[in-house]
């Protein structure tokens, strides 16, 4: 995608028009700025507490690491090589000004100074490596394809299952979708393995199942202990693991699937709207930085890597083992919700009402 990016992004009179240059600052410094900000935004509605702290630890880790660098190991951008050539060494120091390169075209179509003269004040002239446009652009790529959810309607009619270990945080995602077909009355439904689009990674075996609703939205289902179950062909299966812990997700409200199976939704279920404009915006902000001649390729990428140390670092010792995990025990029922952790930003304003499932990623 670099490299596609750099091929419509070359320094010549021809490719440089008034369209792509506003393009380009529009990516550059107004989405540069914002596009953070609507990430966290889009972690702290729909995703469960705490995903956004992580998300503004990995920030500052990365850009932290990349301050560093540019102090240590200090790099010139392309502009400047342009502007006084490979071999300069009378403009290397820390008192030479900054420069806005192609913004400065931004300026005169818009007829100010503001980006001409905001640059010539930067303190890091020479902080081309990593690229901070990058990384933030990445790690904002990365939360947002990773905690997109495509989980709706996954343990509408689940049941009682049961599961071999102590563990009931792991799970892995079936191929086909099941269908949310509750119609609210007190028929017993018997569910297998295959009927799940999530099961836990150890063996399944049915228990009794129970398809009843709470009575208030805040309620949670009652699970059998029952070691029995008799299936719907008059068999039976028997559960010889006294230790065997039920799966059970909290039902935290009551899904009106009338509302819930309109067309629209199964666009949003699917995650796509994050997920394109993840992809969207991670390759506009390399063209347009590039484009503007503010950055090489290595520079961009270097930017990459960074990004992705910090998410991996973040992703591997805070967000999963003490953020998800802990949520998911909390819709387990195995940790007490004593402060309303179980219901994500979204959840707890439309709390009450059918849009509640629409925040819920485990609706």
């Known amino acids: 995608m670099l490299n596609i990016d750099h091929f419509f992004a070359y320094q010549s009179d021809a490719n440089f028009t008034k369209t792509k240059d506003l393009l380009a600052w529009f990516s550059y410094v107004i989405l540069?700025?914002?596009?953070?900000?609507?990430?966290?935004v889009y972690l702290y509605v729909f995703q469960p507490p705490g995903t956004l702290k992580c998300f503004g630890?990995?920030?500052?880790?990365?850009?932290?690491a990349g301050v560093f660098t540019h102090l240590l190991i200090p790099m010139a951008s392309p502009w400047f090589t342009h502007l006084y050539g490979i071999n300069d060494t009378e403009h290397v120091n820390y008192t030479q000004e900054g420069f806005a390169a192609g913004l400065i075209r931004v300026d005169s179509h818009l007829g100010t100074h503001l980006n001409t003269k905001g640059f010539h004040m930067s303190p890091i002239v020479f902080g081309a490596v990593p690229s901070l446009h990058s990384a933030i652009a990445f790690q904002c790529f990365l939360f947002l394809i990773s905690r997109s959810t495509s989980l709706k309607h996954r343990f509408s009619n689940v049941g009682n299952l049961t599961l071999n270990n102590n563990d009931s945080s792991t799970f892995k995602l079936n191929e086909e979708d099941s269908e949310d077909d509750a119609d609210n009355n007190n028929t017993v439904s018997m569910v297998g393995p295959n009927d799940l689009e999530m099961e836990p990674l150890s063996a399944i075996v049915s228990a009794d199942a129970l398809d009843e609703r709470s009575p208030s939205p805040s309620s949670s289902l009652t699970v059998s202990s029952n070691e029995r179950n008799t299936s719907n062909d008059g068999s039976s299966v028997i559960n010889?693991?006294?230790?065997?812990?039920?799966?059970?997700?909290?039902?935290?409200?009551?899904?009106d699937t009338q509302f819930t199976n309109k067309w629209i939704f199964k666009v949003i279920n699917e995650g796509l709207v994050p997920k394109f404009w993840a992809v969207f915006y991670i390759t506009l902000q390399w063209w347009a930085t590039m484009y503007l001649d503010h950055h090489y390729r290595f520079d961009l990428f270097v930017g990459v890597l960074y990004?992705?140390?910090s998410f991996i670092i973040i992703n591997w010792f805070v967000l999963q083992p003490k953020v998800l995990k802990s949520w998911i025990h909390i819709r387990l029922g195995d940790k007490v919700d004593t402060r309303n952790e179980a219901r994500t930003f979204g959840m707890r304003v439309f709390c009450g009402s059918k849009m509640e499932w629409f925040f819920d990623p485990l609706a």
């Open 240 to 255: 010889h693991n006294a230790n065997k812990k039920p799966l059970q997700f909290v039902h935290l409200y009551h899904e």
């Open 32 to 40: 540069h700025l914002t596009a953070p900000i609507l990430t966290a």
């Open 307 to 309: 990004a992705m140390t």
């Open 57 to 64: 630890f990995a920030l500052g880790l990365q850009n932290i």
